[in-house]
Every structure is written in structure tokens, then in C-alpha cells.
């Protein structure tokens, strides 16, 4: 159940800086590693999963960093199939 918030948080930070310029990769990453390590540490925190071990935290951290790349790839693709219907 808790595996849910750092998904739903990684496509919102996706979906965030899918507005960035794409030159702008470096700001896109060191965004979406500091989130994705609060978010992480959050979630794990948050299920108990922290007092077991730190490993669950980069776990919940990883799938923020899946999620959020995965989105921001979806909307750079439906970006450029929209752009070239409308020529």
C-alpha cells in the first residue's frame, strides 16, 4: 500500500519538470535526486520500513527516480507526436 507514494510523487515531479527545457538535464537530475532521497526516506519512514533497514529507503527512493523519468519520457514523446500533427 505505501509503494503507491513514491510513484504517485514520482510522476507528479515528472509531469513538474516536464515543462523544463530539455537543455536544462542537469537541473532536471539534481531535482528529481534530492526529491526522489526525501521522498525515499518519507515513504520508508512512514511504513515502518526505516527501523528494518535503510535499504528500503533506496528501494522507495529508486521507484521515485523510475517514476519520475519514465513520465517525463512520456511527455516528451506525446510532446513531439503533437507537434507534428499540427503540421
Known sequence: ?????????????????????????????AIVAVLAAVIGLFAAWLSGELAESWAFALWDGAQVVVAATLTILLMARLGQRNTARSH
Open 1 to 29: 500500500m505505501y509503494e503507491i507514494i513514491p510513484l504517485f510523487a514520482g510522476v507528479l515531479i515528472g509531469l513538474g519538470l516536464a515543462r523544463v527545457r530539455p537543455r536544462d538535464t542537469r537541473f532536471r537530475v
